[in-house]
């Protein structure tokens, strides 16, 4: 296969690709991915902690919580379970960080 592939060759690939993707696999690694990233928003780590943003992980948790529901019909129960633990997990370390803010600006 050559190298550098024409525009027509990229396009039907990438028609191809989207032939065989489903909506659902779009959202699990979505969510995964806001998951992830809600949790360093949370900068609850030394690594993190420059990287704290309680809006973002905020939005990160209730966007969680709406999309998940929508996966319930489509994927394994025990994704569904895994998903519901990640934004119990995501709201109580939301608290905890909440908490540490208030008590910095007291």
Known sequence: ??????????????????RRLRIEDVLIQTLITISSIGYRRLGLTEDTRDERDLQQAKLA??????LT?????????????DF?????SLQL???QAAGERADGES
Do not use: G
């Open 1 to 18: 296969m050559s190298e550098h592939m024409n525009e027509d060759e990229v396009a039907r690939e990438l028609a191809e690709e989207l």
């Open 61 to 66: 948790i209730d966007t969680m919580a709406a």
């Open 69 to 81: 529901p929508v996966l319930e019909s489509v994927v394994p129960e025990e994704l569904v379970r």
């Open 84 to 88: 519901n633990q990640s934004v119990a």
């Open 93 to 95: 370390a939301y608290a």
